[in-house]
């Protein structure tokens, strides 16, 4: 086996190594096998490539085409052209799958199932790595930067399980790494020799090796390995860092004092409510009649980068009982003190504590500590939910709709905290918080003005298949493309309020759960919720619902206009209103709150404004066609431009004797250019008559072809030595005939060598070099001209300065 098959094996074992940390993460693993049968064809294609031998970049070219084929004909069959050549149609439906498999992957919990979009990503993933570690480490032999990828693989692994991945993956990735390295070091030692390889041993006499290097270095890595598994262990240990678990305790020390390190919750909320099966993991018993306005709040984000909200990092202490009253709540709001028991199931496990707010004492078995800013408790030392049983006493506070539009404006310092807003944030967002408020009187009727514009009149669509979008435009791009969870609408809600002065936060937790028939309420994954706080002085923080379809909306919120018996009759929005459509009338007959369910119904079929068709466009569909013809050809690039050169060199026909001896030289280098394509090198050393001697013998060519042979050279001797050499007729025929000699003593691989892959068209690179060295030396000379002229005229100023001076 030679030096450049054992690393390309090497590379393909160490992409497989690297990608079984993978194999945690859907259920069932079956898909490695498919990558396993890819990788070794991609590998295969590589290393004829590099047999043959191609350009290093054909070869790549080759291997990739080869990919994109292989995946044609294991996901998009059906779509492709004799199911394995990729067409527009196929593209697509490849596109679509990879659209599939991440929103499949934001559905599921790890492991997740073998649909055939995470297949897709899993195995086409598998491949690319595969093929950037080949193109590294074999055809360009640097195997040191293809640990890159190999560590990407890895890392995508790690972050995607919920636990990490376990040390043995690591220890099997780094193993594939070190093998590629030790593989690539053998192959550049056994280059040098036997004195750099090693004595061989007894029959090892032929390949050699480099026996004791290699071992050096495999004892080397092993030790690597070890150490790398083993420091860990001794070093002390680390918490919070960037690859810490989120729930290893929050606390330093013990007592009173200690901090709660800013970690967001929402990463699992969209899984949550995108899981297949509303799974219960709360189930809970109060003493309100009225259960439809209990939520479960986990823990306040206030925090607000421009691009995300997050907790901020706080102070906490031990649980005190009671708990302190909430903040900005005074005695002339109505208020009633509720019970509720809760409990968490087995598979509910949660750092922090779900309470209705604002709680008001808390008994809990465990290690929990108090965050008194947020009214929040979270656990200490690796302290969850799971399981756990607790009783919290809260306030249902119910303020009227005048008390909170005569509210006074709240404290300075807390008003500046909870009003700030990122200079990275759009204008956009601030503009639209004016607009959509306008003419309302105070914070309060501005807080219902964008309640009621996200929940009824904006035009918004709860959709939980929305990514939740990130970088500061996200919230602008919510809010022209009007699709969104719970998550948009909460923090997009809090931002507006803060840029109209507005104290405000966001709440993550549960809405609501469902009523069972023993009286008890159950809450379900999929009531997973987040909703705006804003704070409002002899109030405190006060609920709004601003996401449609979703929790209750706040009594204090509604209009408290007495029913006449008729639908509600609501004036459209201002969007709305410059787009007459049979939708306006549907909303404008539909009470507010069912309006705010989405469940007016929607326009008849004729009301509807025609759309177009569901296919491509057509310049898609050819631009599709040409990329994929264009992907297609670049394999027989080669043949293509010997071919186009070939009918150049053997078109032209000399007429006269000024055109005689370009068109003998022309055709003598297409008979050089022939016999190389068919393994038979070019000699410039030689004269004419012993070049085609050499082909004569090295080709077996027969008595027809050989007599070709020799006018050629008789031909290119007269040019060479006659004092004006004549027109001979016929050299195209006996070029041709010359290469039907050499094409019938050929073996089947030389003749697909020769046509598929001319070793003559290296001449392309050798012509593109030195055209590139002749424009450098052409520019090094005039930048050297310009340097000395500048260098003339400088030195003719020095000389009239000091002719003024010694004047």
């Not at 200690?258 to 899984?271: E, F, H, K, Q, Y």
């Not at 807003?421 to 004016?434: F, I, M, N, Y």
């Not at 469940?599 to 177009?612: I, K, M, N, S, V």
Request: charged residues 20%; glycine residues 10%; positive net charge.
């Amino acid at each position: 086996m030679s030096g450049r098959t054992r690393l390309a094996l090497c590379a393909a074992a160490a992409t497989l190594m690297a990608s079984c940390a993978l194999l945690p993460l859907v259920s069932p693993a079956t898909w490695i096998v498919q990558a396993v049968l890819m990788l070794a064809v991609q590998s295969a294609v590589g290393a004829v490539a590099r047999r043959v031998p191609l350009a290093r970049p054909l070869t790549v070219a080759a291997q990739a085409l080869a990919t994109l084929m292989m995946l044609t004909l294991v996901f998009a069959r059906q779509q492709a052209f004799a199911g394995l050549i990729p067409g527009p149609q196929a593209f697509l439906h490849l596109a679509e799958l990879l659209r599939e498999g991440a929103d499949d992957v934001g559905r599921y919990a790890i492991p997740a199932p073998q649909t055939d979009g995470i297949r897709l990503m899993l195995v086409g993933g598998v491949l690319v790595v595969g093929l950037i570690v080949d193109t590294l480490a074999v055809t360009f032999r640097s195997a040191a930067p293809a640990g890159l990828p190999l560590l990407a693989v890895y890392s995508v692994a790690a972050g995607l399980s919920d636990d990490g991945t376990g040390w043995w993956w690591f220890l099997v990735a780094a193993a594939g790494y070190l093998v590629l390295l030790l593989a690539e070091g053998r192959d550049r030692l056994s280059q040098w020799g036997r004195v750099f390889a090693g004595a061989p041993r007894a029959g090892d006499v032929e390949t050699g090796g480099a026996t004791a290097p290699a071992r050096t270095g495999r004892r080397i890595g092993a030790l690597a390995l070890g150490i790398a598994l083993v420091a860990p262990l001794a070093l002390p240990a680390m918490q919070g860092g960037l690859l810490g678990a989120a729930g290893t305790g929050v606390g330093q020390g013990s007592g009173d004092g200690g901090t709660i390190s800013a970690v967001n919750p929402l990463v699992s909320l969209r899984d949550s409510l995108n899981v297949d099966e509303d799974r219960t993991v709360i189930t809970l018993r109060t003493d309100t009649s009225d259960a439809s306005d209990l939520y479960l709040r986990i823990v306040s984000l206030d925090d607000f980068d421009g691009t995300t909200w997050k907790p901020s990092q706080r102070h906490i202490v031990n649980v005190p009982d009671p708990l302190p009253a909430p903040l900005g709540l005074d005695g002339g709001v109505k208020r009633r003190e509720v019970t509720t028991t809760i409990s968490a199931a087995d598979s509910y496990a949660q750092d922090w504590l779900p309470m209705p707010y604002p709680p008001s004492a808390v008994r809990v078995k465990g290690s929990w500590r108090y965050e008194p800013v947020g009214m929040t408790l979270v656990g200490d030392h690796k302290q969850t939910t799971r399981g756990l049983t607790y009783e919290v006493r809260s306030l249902q506070v119910r303020p009227t709709a005048e008390q909170l539009a005569t509210a006074p404006k709240p404290p300075a310092a807390l008003r500046r905290e909870y009003t700030k807003v990122p200079k990275s944030l759009p204008a956009d967002v601030a503009s639209t918080a004016r607009r959509v408020t306008e003419g309302a009187a105070s914070p309060y009727d501005q807080a219902v003005e964008l309640q009621d514009w996200f929940a009824l009149d904006g035009g918004f669509q709860y959709d939980t298949r929305v990514e939740a979008g990130s970088g500061p435009r996200a919230i602008s791009r919510f809010l022209k493309d009007k699709r969104g969870f719970c998550v948009h609408f909460s923090f997009a809600m809090a931002a507006m309020a803060r840029t109209l002065g507005i104290p405000a936060r966001v709440a993550v937790g549960f809405a609501p759960g469902t009523t069972q028939p023993d009286g008890t309420v159950a809450v379900g994954l999929k009531d997973a919720h987040a909703w705006p706080e804003l704070y409002f002085e002899g109030v405190g923080w006060t609920r709004f619902e601003p996401t449609p379809t979703r929790g209750t909306v706040p009594s204090y919120t509604r209009q408290d206009t007495p029913s006449t018996g008729l639908p509600e009759q609501s004036s459209p929005s201002q969007e709305a209103s410059t787009v007459p459509s049979a939708a306006s009338s549907v909303n404008q007959s539909c009470p507010p709150e069912m309006r705010r369910l989405q469940e007016c119904g929607a326009p008849t079929e004729q009301a509807l404004p025609a759309e177009g068709g569901g296919g491509p466009h057509w310049y898609a569909v050819v631009g599709w066609t040409l990329g994929g013809l264009l992907v297609a050809a670049l394999p027989l690039t080669p043949m293509l431009w010997r071919r186009r050169m070939r009918a150049v060199r053997l078109g032209a026909h000399g007429r006269g004797e000024a055109d005689a001896v370009p068109h003998i030289l022309t055709v003598w280098q297409e008979l050089g250019d022939t016999a190389w394509d068919f393994g038979i090198p070019p000699d410039e050393s030689q004269t004419p008559r012993k070049a085609a001697v050499r082909i004569i013998r090295l080709g077996r060519l027969d008595e027809v072809a050989a007599a070709s042979a020799h006018r050629l050279a008789d031909a290119v001797e007269q040019v060479l030595y006659a004092p004006r050499p004549r027109p001979v007729a016929g050299l195209a025929e006996d070029v041709r005939r010359v290469a039907a000699g050499l094409r019938g003593t050929a073996s089947r691989r030389t003749r697909l060598r020769a046509a598929l892959a001319p070793r003559s068209t290296v001449r392309v690179v050798w012509a593109a070099s030195a055209r590139w060295n002749a424009l450098r030396s052409r520019a090094g000379a005039r930048v050297a001209a310009v340097r000395t002229a500048l260098r003339g005229r400088s030195g003719q100023r020095g000389s009239g300065d000091e002719a003024e001076a010694s004047g």
